[in-house]
């Protein structure tokens, strides 16, 4: 069975940069079958979408956050990680990684991380 | 963007009756169309997509219609575990694919 968990600092600086990685077991990230995701969520709000990533490293980002956002994968440890450069207050959120199927009309989350919670503070 | 507006923002019924929530988008998307269900303190989890298609796993009791801007998620008989927020998401038009801002389900 897929398991996706996410892992990194759960506190981070106003004006530094936030990473965390999602460790994918179960199935190889390498499948040409699905893109993998990060999606962010607010404390008690909605859900955005951040960016995602193919195995050989090609990438979609929200236009919204492209200038500030990088998603990387490592196929050797079946991981992949976002990084969020000068983050502030409205960055807080938990974040979520996914799965999402590789073909057109597939770009919806079947398989997701348990979450992390982010918070940016000063 | 496409922006997607989920109505009511709070829905209350009883265990037993139908609940239907509706999802509205600001452009075409097609079929392109996702649910998904959100328990307190819980990951989402995907209900529906192409519209209409329960992903594994999911009961009879969800189902989900409507194409190009409306789209709707009917649950049948409301359990318990019913109770929960529920978000739908776009895959037609982007990037950036887009999600509702929810519609909280409550126990009347």
């Known amino acids: 069975q897929l398991r996706l968990q996410e892992s990194g600092p759960g506190l981070v600086k106003t004006s530094e940069t936030l990473s965390l990685t999602c460790n994918v077991s179960?199935?190889?990230?390498?499948?040409?079958?699905?893109?993998w995701g990060w999606i962010r969520q607010p404390p008690g709000k909605g859900l955005e979408w951040i960016g995602s990533i193919y195995y050989s490293g090609t990438t979609y980002y929200n236009p919204s956050l492209k200038s500030r956002v990088t998603i990387s994968v490592d196929t050797s440890k079946n991981q992949f990680s976002l990084r969020v450069n000068s983050v502030t207050a409205a960055d807080t959120a938990l974040f979520y990684c996914?799965?999402?199927?590789?073909?057109?009309?597939?770009?919806?989350?079947?398989?997701w991380g348990r979450g992390t919670l982010v918070t940016v503070s000063s | 963007d496409t922006v997607m507006t989920q109505s009511p923002a709070i829905l209350s019924v009883s265990p037993g009756e139908r609940a239907t929530l509706s999802c509205r988008a600001s452009?075409?998307?097609?079929?392109?169309l996702a649910w998904y269900q959100q328990q307190r303190g819980q990951a989402p989890r995907l209900l529906i997509y192409?519209?209409?298609t329960r992903a594994t796993g999911i009961p009879a009791r969800f189902s989900g219609s409507g194409s190009g801007a409306e789209f709707t998620l009917t649950i049948s008989s409301l359990q318990s575990e019913d109770f929960a927020v529920y978000y739908c998401q776009q895959y037609n038009n982007w990037p950036p694919t887009t999600f509702g801002q929810g519609t909280r389900l409550e126990i009347k």
């Open positions: 452009q075409n998307v097609g079929s392109d």
């Open positions: 996914a799965r999402r199927l590789a073909v057109a009309g597939g770009w919806y989350f079947d398989v």
């Open positions: 179960g199935g190889p990230i390498s499948s040409p079958s699905y893109y």
């Open positions: 192409g519209a209409s």
